[in-house]
């Protein structure tokens, strides 16, 4: 008598199930491989997805006439290619949470993430998981930023984001590993605690990507008319983080300007006709 299939599965060994009454291998690599294959594929991700939007955008600066990064061109091109090559680093630590937690999701269900609405409740909750998931990741980020500021940890991780002087649209993941670290876990973190559409994180990773890039690029994308109004006044642009990376010591956070204005840490705008 032949002996009928295991009903447990054991990763990386090869199961017997009946198909059609005939016996067919089949066989699922082990855990570790899936895992790492995940984070493989995310670094190419985040690493193209750096190379096309801050390209892009540099594109942009040059086609507006914008003078981005350091006046001496040599100098300019050497700061250029240590911010590509910060950044890519960047984008392989930024993979491995990232990628653990899809993969989890995918092969485990294990994260909170969903890939269905049913009902307003889920309706509703689409745009206000966003809103949570920046204001989280602001707040995440505005103390870890201030927190790099504290002299040592300058010196020995956040002086590589601060060696861009002035930035460009390349700095925009300019880190040092440790401080990339820092920036990689939350999000990931989230999507174990925090419900969220893929719909919506897709649309926070949208946002997190182009804020990342245009605060840094050398130039205003927003008109004028936003940045003197309410928007300015409660969403960062470029015009208020070209004042942290003037001064150092003010306008810490991310996308929103609350922290800043609670903790008395804002400094209002840069006046771009003064670019140093």
């Given at each position: 008598m032949r002996p009928a299939p295991s009903p447990f599965f054991i990763a990386g060994a090869r199961d017997v199930l009946p198909l059609g009454g005939c016996q067919s291998p089949r066989y699922t690599p082990p855990v570790f491989t899936?895992?790492?294959?995940?984070?493989?594929?995310?670094?190419?991700?985040?690493a193209v997805r750096y190379l096309a939007v801050s390209?892009?955008?540099?594109?942009?600066?040059?086609?507006?006439?914008?003078?981005?990064?350091?006046?001496?061109?040599a100098k300019r091109s050497r700061q250029i290619a240590q911010e590509i090559?910060?950044?890519?680093?960047?984008?392989?630590?930024?993979a491995v949470p990232a990628g653990l937690a899809l993969e989890s999701a995918r092969a485990l269900g294990w994260t909170q993430i969903m890939?269905?609405?049913?009902?307003?409740?889920?309706?509703?909750?689409?745009?206000?998981?966003?809103?949570?998931?920046?204001?989280?990741?602001?707040?995440?980020?505005?103390?870890?930023?201030?927190?790099?500021?504290?002299?040592r940890l300058?010196?020995?991780?956040?002086?590589v984001h601060h060696a861009s002087r002035p930035p460009t649209a390349w700095a925009a993941m300019s880190f040092h590993p440790w401080e990339a670290i820092s920036g990689a876990v939350l999000i990931p973190a989230l999507l174990f605690i925090v419900p969220i559409h893929i719909g919506a994180l897709a649309i926070v990773m949208l946002i997190a990507t182009i804020m990342g890039v245009t605060n840094h690029m050398g130039w205003e994308m927003f008109p004028q008319s936003w940045v003197n109004g309410w928007f300015g006044r409660h969403v960062i642009s470029a015009s208020h983080h070209e004042?942290?990376?003037r001064h150092y010591n003010c306008n810490y956070g991310l996308y929103f300007r609350f922290w800043d204005k609670l903790c008395g840490t804002d400094r209002g705008l840069a006046n771009w006709t003064q670019r140093a």
């Open positions: 899936t895992f790492a294959f995940a984070v493989a594929v995310m670094a190419a991700i985040i390209g892009g955008f540099a594109w942009l600066t040059k086609l507006r006439g914008v003078h981005d990064g350091p006046a001496d061109p090559r910060w950044s890519l680093i960047s984008a392989v630590i930024y890939w269905t609405i049913n009902g307003w409740q889920q309706a509703l909750w689409f745009p206000l998981s966003v809103f949570a998931y920046l204001f989280l990741h602001d707040s995440w980020f505005y103390w870890t930023h201030r927190w790099m500021h504290q002299p300058f010196k020995a991780a956040h002086a004042a942290h990376h």
